[in-house]
């Protein structure tokens, strides 16, 4: 049965790696773990904004950049209400929930401990 707030065949959390270079971890996964290449969306300056594969049935997020030590993507029937529990549990908001027109309605907090958790639900079909 299709979860209806997340893409088919996606799990419920997946790691996201901030890395320098997104092709270069793309190529490795394909390499080593026989990876499936799912969305890669490039920058318009150059290099790959968000990237996604497929590992088992894990999907791993990719995007460049220096960012925090840990950073997860938890895909949620209502990403607003968990929001709200992490912003009152004192987490910092750093993007307020919003439809990000690439189909997913999403936003951002910061624990207290430093590790960023992106809160999402899927819009469109």
């Known amino acids: 049965m299709r979860m209806a707030w997340k893409p088919q065949g996606y799990p419920d959390l997946s790691p996201y790696l901030l890395v320098r270079d997104a092709e270069a971890v793309l190529t490795f996964c394909e390499r080593v773990f026989d990876a499936t290449r799912l969305r890669v969306i490039p920058r318009d300056s150059g290099g790959i904004m968000h990237a996604e594969c497929r590992i088992g049935d894990s999907v791993v997020m990719i995007g460049e950049a220096e960012g925090p030590p840990a950073m997860l993507h938890l895909y949620l029937d ?7 529990r992490a912003v009152a549990a004192g987490a910092e908001v750093i993007q307020p929930m919003m439809e990000k027109g690439d189909g997913d309605r999403r936003g951002g907090v910061r624990a207290p401990d430093g590790t960023q958790w992106f809160l999402a639900r899927q819009m469109d079909d």
Do not use: Q, S, T, V
Not at 78 to 84: N, W
């Open 78 to 84: 209502d990403p607003d209400a968990a929001f709200d």
